[in-house]
């Protein structure tokens, strides 16, 4: 228990110090950790609904802050590149999160044009018929998204590394609302247009 919680003390540092660097990312995921967590109440009673809060409001705002705001220049904080960062990334890094979200991007379409999505659902009556079977179709795929990544990570490193990373990610917007909580205020302060000058640093 000691060796997991220091691998997950560890991913959580190191995803803070690499990639939390601009306030209006840092603002971002505040905003998106205090829907998550909406979220996952949700999810008891309407898990459909949650998933489509989730895949448009919760990670749509988190993911913007890191592909938008993040500085992608040389890190003289942690004296790293990006591409060290992206290539030791132990999560999603920016090119897996792009095939991702594009997967999730198509399933609208492949829905639509395919009610029962090749067999394995209740064909969608209606407009609200088709948002339920898209949540549900975004709720296995957030899943699936992480049981997938964790199997990597256990063919890739170990199987405690893989889980310790589901449980950062499950965890997350509690850490995040621990961390960033200030972060609006400090982007007031600081100001908008040096926050977005950062992002050429």
Request: charged share 15%.
């Amino acid at each position: 228990m000691h060796i997991f919680l220091e691998t997950l003390k560890t991913q959580r540092w190191d995803d803070h110090r690499y990639y939390h660097h601009s306030l209006i990312n840092q603002s971002l995921h505040l905003f998106s950790a205090t829907s998550f967590i909406c979220v996952y109440v949700l999810l008891f009673w309407q898990p459909a609904i949650a998933a489509l809060i989730a895949w448009m409001v919760s990670m749509t705002s988190r993911q913007m802050g890191h592909f938008f705001f993040e500085p992608k220049g040389y890190d003289h904080v942690n004296q790293v590149t990006h591409e060290y960062k992206e290539a030791v990334k132990v999560g999603y890094n920016l090119r897996r999160k792009v095939v991702l979200h594009t997967i999730c991007g198509l399933t609208p379409l492949a829905l639509y044009f395919d009610p029962t999505l090749f067999g394995i659902m209740r064909p969608w009556d209606g407009v609200s018929g088709f948002f339920h079977n898209l949540g549900l179709i975004w709720l296995f795929l957030g899943i699936g998204g992480l049981v997938f990544r964790c199997v990597q990570l256990w063919v890739i490193d170990d199987l405690l590394t893989g889980l310790a990373w589901v449980v950062k990610i499950a965890t997350d917007p509690f850490n995040d609302i621990k961390l960033y909580y200030k972060a609006p205020y400090m982007l007031l302060r600081a100001g908008v247009a040096n926050e977005l000058a950062l992002r050429h640093r």
